[in-house]
């Protein structure tokens, strides 16, 4: 029903910032909250930031001050802007849409590539 595209994703060296953003499109039955999830080779996937319906913000520990989740409701697309890169900040990033008629249900879009590296 909902379909969820990443994009933004590159090479960017320690200090630099890039700009991630996620399309949202489909039978979407609500203002959903959305949020930003990586996976590091080897590693499990994290939640790095996500944003309510009404939006309020959360953060990992890992990325506080550096990044910043942001919608635009009428695109249905969310964004996350990432600054101050580090090379552990190095992943797939996964863009995540809860929606549902009665339940909320989750729809994952393909990632996005960050590699930070000198």
């Known amino acids: 029903q909902v379909q969820v595209v990443e994009s933004g994703g590159g090479l960017v060296q320690p200090g630099g910032s890039l700009r991630l953003s996620c399309a949202a499109s489909g039978r979407m039955l609500r203002i959903n909250p959305m949020a930003w999830y990586r996976q590091a080779p080897g590693k499990q996937c994290e939640l790095v930031a996500g944003i309510s319906s009404g939006g309020s913000t959360n953060y990992a520990d890992s990325v506080k001050g550096r990044f910043t989740i942001s919608r635009d409701n009428a695109k249905n697309t969310l964004y996350l802007q990432m600054n101050s890169l580090k090379p552990e900040d190095t992943a797939v990033y996964y863009c995540?849409?809860?929606?549902?008629?009665?339940?909320?249900?989750?729809?994952w879009g393909q990632g996005t590539q960050v590699t930070v590296s000198s």
């Open positions: 995540n849409v809860k929606d549902g008629l009665i339940t909320l249900r989750d729809y």
